[in-house]
């Protein structure tokens, strides 16, 4: 399965995501620069985290604007799945792809440490390869993770099973502790209504080896590898 | 004799006033007069007060920076670059710097920080490689003033805000407070990156008729003679008066431009590269010269500027940043264009390299600025100043401190205290506004001895670690900046690796106070002695002098910037215990030392006594010790005994995790006084801990290698008691009661500070 990784000028997740995906057996990543017309017959899209346009006027803004997003916007539009990891998530919001908004986290600071989150769905296809409520830890690193939406909307996506991920303590509790950000619901990643377009800020490229302190993020690179085939779990 | 040359219309009359304004002594203008066999111009002053200031010229301390041993066989590149290189095996080369942004920083906290970032970055990237790590090292007055607070919180956000805008991990640094930094905080940031052996490309301007281009970002007023603003002391005033003088970064250009750099590095359409730093386009374009042994010949009317009506002063004074300066094949200035175009970034053709060893400006093709490029950069007067030690700090280190040693018995609230101390407590409120995990390849992130990093395609990882010891240094400089290379030597050995070469920041006062060229004279002496040593040359480096307000100077502050190889990298060490029952094994002797020790600030509020002392022998044994215990994975955790000493140690190893500490059951034979027992700063010693089935093959280990070792106790259950009994004294305490203190203080300090 071929991968676009799309990068922005100020992306700097994108090589990340680049090797990450090369671990997996199935998964060939290929850079699509954000000037392109055309993602290039690929299979799946990843969006990486970074600063995407220097993050000017709002995370994400400008991305939206960038020629390829139109060819994202198409691509997901007919079913083609798409993750946008932090700046990435933060795209697929201001580009409409994803309900809601990402506001500067509540202690006003950038966030950089390893987070506790929970699968809060087995059932999309990139989170098979879970277990539902299994508690996964992974890396943050943002100032403005904190997500934020209408209530109907939040109402939504908690009534449609929508919430993928949710930071949670180590023992899989909220509460006191367990939010880094901020986020409603302590939201840390959603799907779309068609189930085809992810949003997370935690890193799973970044948590893919034991060397790195987790390989946590593995199960969500294996079920896009294992996407194509239709062999998902 | 050459004919005057002519200055613009509107430019000033060089006057005395105005040469004394330039930071030029009247000695200094007679060279200048000697160089260019007629009087200067206002450009040309500009031009020479620039790179005859501390920060370009380096003119007193390039005598003393000669004695630091420089050489071995894994030096690539050493002193005189954008940075040093060095072979770390497998085809593989690292570039690596320390750079001061002290001046800028306190004044305008945030900018001053994020600039200094940028800088380190565009150094590392200048010579072909790409930026894989960053470490700061901060030094703060106390937490408890407003001031110190504002700056504090500025520059952390700052030196986050620059680096994880452009995607480069830090690893580590190190921060300390202490009065002595009240109105000079220090911002000292160092860059590590990685290039292929082949790849290295130097600042030169070489092949004559080859193209000068301004590449990135434009040129605009900002900074102009920051240079200069750096090599004076900063006065009541220099928070108005200076702050236009502070650049301002953009770290979006700058990921841009690293981006754009690095390919055409790799395009080999050019043949030299140097940032537009200090000093802007004058030391870039005249440094590039003098080491090509060339000349250049450039016009500042074709430089991409901000904004219309700049004279030639101030474009080739200006210090906006995120610029470089690239000498591009002749013919290939279209092919430059296209790769800057895709990065969405400009490059102009400025000049041409030429062969008669000019620095040559132009204004719309008239010459404004004349000069010869070596005497311009070589050519700066070198001082050798007076050098005398302040008696009223010899007196403080001669104090007797015996009294102090007094207290026995139980010494749980002053190590309560000790722990609850901004330079002992978790730093985890600074690194956690940094992004420490882009780029995926940190294994050993910030709040260890050490950061290490691996090299992909390889077993092999780079480590690397800042650490210098001010009140140590104060106190007897020459000693106290062995023990800075030895703490440095020590961190890298605790998390395995190698310590191979340094870079350097030398922090200090006026040189012209003889009490001040005394340590940076002892400093740089200790330095040497020690470097050659461990065999870790220096490689480069940053001076940063006039670090003075009001008469009050900064503590002596030679900051050591270290780096080690690991071999292999999956067997990088923690400084955390690791599982209950294992044992605790302390490597090296405790010795009743007590000066300049953070108890005695924190405690006694006390600067004083002769601090630890290295025994350079014993040091490297332990250090090796390490290294063979291991590589054989004998080891669980190990971890330096530094600020606030044993206990200090002990503690950091047993609550790093804040949710689940462990206790530890511990009983020390020493019957030395029980303050410097457990909170004297002795060196040469490392906390370990291992399996305690390993127990007797790391004795042996120790013993072979001449190192004294004693099993000190065990680890104990999570949220356990900590406890430590020795002859006269004992501390015992909850350890989650030391882990609050620990993880909490400094977020306390700084709550409702507005950041």
Redesign the interface.
Known sequence: MKVAVVTF??S??D??CY??MQLFPGIEPAFVWHREQDLGGVDAVVLP???A????LRAGAIARFSPIMKSVSEFARHGGPVVGICNGFQILCESGLLPGALLRNDT??????DVHIRVESTRTMFTPRYREGQVIRM?I?H?EGSYYAAPETLAELEGEGRIVFRYVR?DGELGMGSNPNGSQHNIAGIISADGNVLGMMP?P??A??E??GSSDGRGLFEALAAHRTGVAA | MTLALAGRPDDPEVTPELVHQHGLSPDEYVRVLAVLGRAPNFTELGIFSAMWSEHCGYKNSKRLLKLLPTQAPWVIQGPGENAGVIDIGDGWALAFKIESHNHPSAVEPYQGAATGVGGILRDIFTMGARPVAVLDSLRFGDLDSPRVRYLFGGVVKGIGDYGNCVGIPNIGGEVFFDRAYDANPLVNAMCLGLMRTDEIIRGEASGIGNVLMAVGARTGRDGIHGATFASEELSEDSDGASRPRVQVGDPFTEKLLLEASLELIRSGHIVGIQDMGAAGLTSSASEMAGRGGSGVDLDVSKVPVREKGMTPYEILLSESQERMLVVAKLGSEAEVIRILEKWELEAAAVGTVTADGHFRVRENGRVVADIPALPLTEGCPIYEREGVEAPEIRDLRERDLSSLLAPEGDLSARFLDLVGSPNIASKRWIYEQYDSTVRTSTVVGPGGDAGVIRVRGTMRGIAATTDCNGRYCFLDPREGVKAAVAEAARNLVCVGALPVAVTNNLNFGSPLRPSVYFQLREAVLGMAEACAFFETPVTGGNVSLYNETGGKVIFPTPVIGMVGILEDVSKALGHGFQAEGDSIVLLGVNREEIGGSEYLYRVEATVAGVPPRVDLYHERQLQRAVLSLSAKGLLRSAHDCSEGGLVCALAESAVGDHERPWGIDVALADALAPVALFFGETQGRIVVSCSPASVDKLLEEAAAHDVPAAVLGTVGPRLGTFSLRAPRGFVRVGSEDIARRYHEAIPALMEGSGR
């Open positions: 000028p100020g700097n997740c090589y990340d090797k990450a985290g970074g600063f346009h220097g993050d000017y006003l600071r950038f966030r950089s440490l890396p690193a100032g180590r890193h490229e970044r893919v080896e060397i790195l």
